[in-house]
């Protein structure tokens, strides 16, 4: 992809990596510095800016920043769901929580003491997201989470997939991105599977639910497949595990017999949902079954996959590296990961010289492009 840029930047760019996301803004670093080096001939050693917040023995903490900020483009990187990320409260290593890296990020942006020109916060999977909101008396956090980051200098916020991107009303006059990985799943798909036909005869995309439909009516009209979905049945009567649990679901859309089938959705937590709906359409004689998730949770382990994996339920489950991946994931046979390092740095390189993010955002042509060249 052509980079159009001026010589013009916002500020002197400047990458915050908070605890636990050393990995991707390394990779994010790599580009916008080759790129740097490509346009001006010139070569820096990092755009990264050392950032961190150390801990009393009581857990309290404080947010630390090695150099002067004064005048940059700051673009912090947040992983709240980074369960790998510890800190020692009382001798004890205790694991982070969504919170306590919330927490964190609050802690460096007030150590940037309003010294920058300006402030973005890159968090993937947006916090508090699956409370976006209120069915009875209950709290409205991910609004709250928005409005806050807003009141104490943040600029903008880019999130990936997020689980309603409405929830941007909570901040109307801010900079809210949610930006959805559609050219970088259908590239891993043809990459590591190469034998999959493009072909409403042969190929349909699936919604687990109906609060995904809008992500998958995108992949059904640019692939040209025909497009199914599933409605959940729950029990309101009663909470588990802070939501009502599903009694079933039930399938609307044309026969799957002999089609490959894509299930398309926004995270897998537990599971259940994903391989109850594989199971079903394998049922109904779907033949191989792929997953495109932008944020691979798995809340209760990998043996459940394992088992659907070896049953032929499931062929492979694509999720991208925008969360914590427990190392064991890498090399289980059904997960392939979906690098977006490239297309974060091409987001912070296009926003630091203030130019419009609609070509990368709307990936139409370059999906066309991909479609051409493997019907070759």
Known sequence: MELRTTNLPVGKLG??????????????????LDWHEQKFNFKI????????????????????????????????????????ATYKMYNVERRMSPDEHYQDLKRVIAAIGGKARRITVVMPMLYESRQHKRTSRESLDCAMALEELVSIGVDSIITFDAHDPRVQNAIPLSGFESVQPYYQMIKALVKNIPDVK?????????????????????????????????????????????????????????????????????????????????????????????????????????????????????????????????????????HCEVDMSKYIALIIETLNFDKTLGDLLDPVNRIHKLLRKIEK
């Open 198 to 334: 493009i072909d409403p005869e042969r190929l349909m995309i699936v919604s687990p639910d109906e609060g995904g439909m809008s992500r998958c009516i995108y992949y059904s009209s640019i692939l040209g497949l025909d497009l199914g979905m599933f409605y959940k049945r729950r029990d309101y009567s009663k909470i588990v595990n802070g939501r009502n649990p599903i009694i079933s679901h039930d399938f609307l859309g044309r026969d799957v017999d002999g089609k490959d089938i894509i299930i398309v959705d926004d995270m897998i937590s537990s599971g259940d949902s994903i391989i109850d709906v594989s199971s079903k359409l394998k049922e109904c004689g779907a033949k191989n079954i792929y997953t495109f998730i932008t944020f691979g949770l798995f809340v209760d382990g990998f043996e459940k996959f394992d088992n659907a994996y070896e049953n032929g339920i499931i062929n492979k489950i694509f999720t991208t590296n925008l969360t914590y991946r427990a190392p064991e994931l890498i090399n289980k046979p059904w």
């Open 15 to 32: 990458l915050i990596s908070m605890k636990g996301c050393e990995e991707l803004g390394n990779k994010i670093d790599k580009y916008l």
């Open 45 to 84: 050693e990092t755009f990264q800016i050392k950032a961190f917040c150390p801990r009393f023995s009581t857990g309290e903490g404080k947010g630390v920043i090695t150099q002067s900020v004064r005048g940059f483009d700051i673009y912090i990187l947040v992983d709240v769901f980074n369960y790998g």
